[in-house]
Every structure is written in C-alpha cells, then in structure tokens.
C-alpha cells in the first residue's frame, strides 16, 4: 500500500492544499497521474466546485484529477484507478455517500492492489477502521461507522492541545480519552495541522514539522516527531 494522509488541506494564509503540494507531487512521481477524486465530504458547495479546487493544485505539480461523480459506474471507476484522492469536509457525509454507492471494499481493493491513495481530514478519517475520531458534527446517518480499514489505527486530524480561550467543553485529549475508554486496544495519533503520515512498503513515517501526539489507554499521552518510529501503529 502507498497511502498519504494529511491532516488538514491548507494552513491559514496559505492558497488551498499549497503546503503538501510538494510531498504530493512526489508521492504521485514524476510520471502525469489523473487520480480519481472523492469530493463527497463537501456539503456547503458544489461537487464540481470541489474538483475545480482541487485540480489547480495537482496541475501545478504535474498531475491530475477527476471527480468519481462524473462516471457513469462510480465502482468501476475506482477498479481501474491510478490513484485514488479523498478531500476533506464532513466525514459523516462522507461516509454516508461511500456506503450508499458500496465504495469501501473497491478503494481498499485497489490501494491493496498498488493505487497510491492520497486524503486529507475527513479523507485520512475513513482510511482508519472507523470514523469515530473525527471532530465533525454528525449531520447525517452514515449508515454504520465502518469505514476503509486501511490502517489499523485511529487519526484524529486537525489535532489541538488545548481549548480556545473562554471555551469550557472538552479538550481534544479528553474526546480522545472517551474514545479509548470504550475501544482499550486501539491507538489514536493525534495529528496536527501541517503534518501527514507517509505509509509504503510496510513503514510509515510522520512528514511536518509539528509533532504527533499518540494515545492508548492505560499510557499516558505523549509525542512523537519526524524521524521517530511509528512502526508499533501498523
């Protein structure tokens, strides 16, 4: 498998996915891909609105897309796929379009089979076993939390150590917390904006400059940078 995932598309001031250009860029190689592309987790604007987004940014670095709405078999699209992109936005939206149109089991076929996949927030969610430490409001039926499974553990995307000034709910930790006291065996990588996890060839490793924040019931929460070993994840 070559999966990359982000956590966040874009860091303030910044034009849209313009801080992993790069690392997507060569990711994908040198060769010209069109990916097919996932735009399912937009609710407030347009799928091809989405696409159109998208696209400026990969042709910038010589690769391509293609929305999965825009195929006649949204299933045989993904079979045949260079490589796969999932955008961020609402994961319970997301999920809930993925299970309608029965795409869970062809994404993880196909990456299984050699298609790089690329996701960002809600799109690295679905690639853990479930959606249940994402930081969206559920405002749709997903229709079973389930989601890709292509790693075995839990991202949470968009990671922060702390509560904006005057906020009195729960921190992310103690979310998390919540998380782990009702699935004990499973660890969740708290990954903060700027930084993405690279998986290939059995090894994964954490790209950003920003630390990663791991958790696991009965340990106490601690960190890890680029260059650690996050190989006890997989």
Request: aromatic share 10%; net charge negative; proline share 7%.
């Amino acid at each position: 498998m070559k999966l990359l995932l982000l956590s966040n598309s874009t860091m303030p001031g910044e034009p849209y996915l313009d801080y992993p250009k790069n690392e997507i860029k060569k990711f994908l190689g040198e060769k010209p891909v069109t990916a097919v592309f996932i735009p399912y987790a937009a609710v407030t604007f347009s799928l091809d609105t989405y696409c159109e987004k998208v696209e400026e940014r990969f042709a910038e670095v010589g690769h391509h897309i293609k929305g999965i709405h825009t195929f006649e078999n949204p299933v045989k699209a993904i079979q045949e796929a260079e490589a796969i992109v999932v955008g961020g936005g609402n994961t319970w939206q997301l999920v809930r379009m993925l299970h309608d149109r029965k795409l869970m089991n062809p994404i993880r076929e196909r990456v299984y089979n050699g298609a790089p996949y690329i996701g960002w927030s809600a799109g690295s969610n679905v690639a853990c076993p479930t959606l249940r430490t994402t930081n969206d409001m559920p405002i749709i039926d997903p229709l079973g939390f389930d989601c890709i499974n292509m790693v075995p553990f839990q991202i949470n995307p968009h990671y922060l150590d702390a509560n904006p000034e005057g906020h009195g709910g729960e921190t992310r930790e103690q979310r998390i917390s919540e998380f782990l006291e009702i699935n004990p065996k499973c660890y969740v990588a708290g990954l903060r904006e700027g930084t993405m996890f690279k998986v290939e060839d059995g090894k994964i490793e954490l790209i950003g400059e920003r630390s990663c924040r791991i958790f696991k019931k009965g340990q106490e929460p601690y960190e890890l940078k680029a260059g650690d070993d996050f190989s006890f994840l997989l």
